[in-house]
C-alpha cells in the first residue's frame, strides 16, 4: 500500500509494494513501446485472425473436416490466449523476486532516480532510462537498448497527492522522451 512521504521542489516520493499486477502493466507497456514487441504482437494478432479465417472457411464450406476446425478454434485460442495471458503469466514469475525486497522508496528529482528497498538502494542517472511509457495506474521507464530488457516501474499510486502524479510526469518530460 502507498504511504504518504512529504516531498519539497522538483523532488517527488513514491512508496508502494510491487504487486502483479504493477508487473503485468509494465511487460505490456514494454510490449507496446519496443519494436520487438510491436512485432510480437501483430504476430499473434495476425495468427489469431488466420484462426478465425481457418474457421469462417471451414464453417461456410461445410467439408466436414473436424481436424482443420478443431486446429483452427485451436490457433485462434492459442494466439489470443497468447497475446493477453503471457504479460500476466510472466508477471506472476516475476513478482516473487520484487515482493521479497519488500517496501519500495523512489525519489525522482533532477538529477535521476535513487530507489531504495529494504535490501539495496541504487541512483539511477538519467541516461540510464531514456523512454518511457504511461499506463493509467503506472510510469515504465524503459533502458536504451534495442530491446529494452530493463525497466523501472514508478506505480502512481505511490505518490502521496494527486498532484505529484503531474510533477512526477513533468520531470519525466524534461528529462526523458515519451513513446
Known amino acids: 500500500m502507498a504511504e504518504v512521504q512529504q516531498q519539497d521542489g522538483q523532488t517527488v516520493a513514491l512508496r508502494y509494494e510491487p504487486t502483479v499486477a504493477d508487473m503485468a502493466g509494465a511487460l505490456n507497456a514494454r510490449m507496446r513501446a519496443t519494436p520487438s514487441g ?4 501483430r504476430l499473434l494478432l495476425f495468427t489469431g485472425v488466420m484462426g478465425i479465417g481457418v474457421v469462417a472457411l471451414q464453417t ?29 503469466l510472466q508477471a506472476r514469475q516475476l513478482h516473487p523476486l520484487a515482493a521479497r525486497q519488500g ?18 538502494t541504487s541512483t539511477t542517472n538519467w541516461e540510464m532510462y531514456p523512454r518511457y511509457a504511461e499506463t493509467d495506474e503506472l510510469f515504465v521507464l524503459f533502458t536504451a537498448d534495442k530491446h529494452s530488457v530493463g525497466v523501472m516501474v514508478l ?15 513533468a520531470l519525466l518530460d524534461e528529462h526523458v522522451r515519451r513513446v
Do not use: C, N, W
Open 60 to 88: 461456410v464450406v461445410g467439408d466436414g473436416d473436424l481436424t482443420v476446425l478443431v486446429a483452427g478454434v485451436a490457433l485462434t485460442v492459442l494466439a489470443f490466449g497468447s497475446l493477453y495471458l503471457l504479460p500476466s
Open 103 to 120: 517496501e519500495f522508496g523512489a525519489t525522482v528529482d533532477d538529477t535521476g532516480i535513487r530507489l531504495t528497498t529494504r535490501d539495496s
Open 38 to 41: 510491436r512485432r510480437t504482437r
Open 155 to 169: 506505480p502512481k499510486r505511490g505518490v502521496s497527492a494527486p498532484d505529484d502524479v503531474d510533477r512526477l510526469r
